[in-house]
């Protein structure tokens, strides 16, 4: 069965400062991966989606994540971290099959710190 | 285009009464998801539909229940509510119900069941 670990259930970092968060996705095939943001009170917003090609993934907001297959991960990065980055962070793996159904890991609370 | 949009936003109920949700999708996506995010199970989801069909459910009993009607919109409905039911329920939709699509969420119905 698919699965999304995320095993940072919170993160501190002080505005400016480099970030990453870890995910490890369980799938039998090539995985659909993405990573969403929440912020209270909100819903999810997509940051953004990696499904073939290119392992570097660009996204909105300044963020990026890199597909690696032998490590079975899809870490998200962001070179500087702003004081509005405090949020939610999701990973998710979307299943295969002809319909849409997304496995999500149990998030990252991000808190950025002056 | 108008996003994701769901009624109500906060609702209260009691423990044995059912109620409905609404979702509408947005204008010209025909898949809509169901998510249920708490804090102890985080986000699960519940079922989808695609052309007034559901094509794939989570693991919830048959209290939960939804539709779609033929203008994509959807409803979800839980019977006889338990405690155990509080959470954000959240609405994604997407174009055509590929794997590969991005879901666009919803802010979500705040349900609390007293």
């Known amino acids: 069965a698919q699965s999304v670990t995320q095993p940072d259930i919170h993160i501190t970092v002080s505005e400016g400062a480099s970030l990453e968060l870890r995910c490890n996705y369980s799938y039998g095939a090539t995985p659909y991966l993405f990573w969403y943001v929440q912020s209270p009170g909100q819903g999810l917003q997509l940051l953004l989606k990696y499904f073939s090609g290119d392992t570097l993934v660009q996204g909105i907001k300044g963020f990026e994540a890199e597909f690696k297959r032998s490590q079975s991960s899809f870490n998200l990065r962001k070179p500087s971290v702003h004081w509005s980055d405090a949020a939610e962070y999701f990973c998710a793996v979307a299943h295969s099959g002809g319909y849409q159904k997304v496995t999500f890991g149990t998030g990252t609370k991000l808190q950025v710190i002056p | 285009k108008a996003g994701v949009t769901q009624t109500p936003r906060y609702l209260i109920k009691t423990r044995g009464q059912q109620v409905t949700l609404s979702c509408s999708p947005i204008s010209g996506h025909r898949s809509v998801s169901w998510y249920q995010q708490t804090p102890g199970q985080g986000l699960q989801f519940l079922f989808e539909?695609?052309?007034?069909?559901?094509?794939n459910k989570g693991n919830f009993p048959g209290r939960f229940s939804g539709r779609q009607f033929s203008n994509s919109r959807s409803e979800m409905n839980v019977s006889t509510l338990e405690l155990g039911d509080s959470a954000l329920y959240l609405c994604?939709?997407?174009?055509?119900?590929?794997?590969?699509?991005?879901?666009?969420f919803g802010p979500g119905t705040r349900l609390t069941v007293l």
């Open positions: 539909y695609f052309s007034e069909t559901q094509r």
């Open positions: 994604a939709s997407g174009p055509g119900g590929s794997s590969t699509d991005t879901q666009y």
